[in-house]
Nanobody, 117 residues
Framework: QVQLVESGGGLVQAGGSLRLSCAAS????????MGWDRQAPGKQRELVAA???????NYADSVQGRFTISRDNAKNTVHLQMNSLKSEDTAVYYC???????????WGQGTQVTVSS
């Protein structure tokens, strides 16, 4: 049984930084990819960033160069370092885990990120 617990959301001014964390409460065996989606009010949920067990990463064009995802396989934890935040980054961020880039079998509870201008 895999549970994902998110932390690190909050309120920050434009240009500032936040770091999100997502920890699995049980060992992950067949899950190869972990990442974050986000959903802003009135908008579709979209991929933010993902990372495979071997370290390969995938980023949305809108966050490329500003966000960095990392993974500690030994601790079953992933982190999303968000720099140069913009108002359009405001959303609920949902951590997920799956067996491939497109699989999202497990979800975190979501954490609110609000960027003020």
């Amino acid at each position: 049984q895999v549970q994902l617990v998110e932390s690190g959301g909050g309120l920050v001014q434009a240009g500032g930084s936040l770091r999100l964390s997502c920890a699995a409460s049980a060992r992950i065996f067949s899950v190869n990819v972990m990442g974050w989606d986000r959903q802003a009010p009135g908008k579709q949920r979209e991929l933010v960033a993902a990372i495979a067990s071997g370290g390969r990463t995938n980023y949305a064009d809108s966050v490329q160069g500003r966000f960095t995802i990392s993974r500690d396989n030994a601790k079953n934890t992933v982190h999303l370092q968000m720099n140069s935040l913009k108002s359009e980054d405001t959303a609920v961020y949902y951590c997920y885990a799956g067996s491939s880039w497109s699989d999202r079998s497990y979800w975190g509870q979501g954490t609110q990120v609000t960027v003020s201008s």
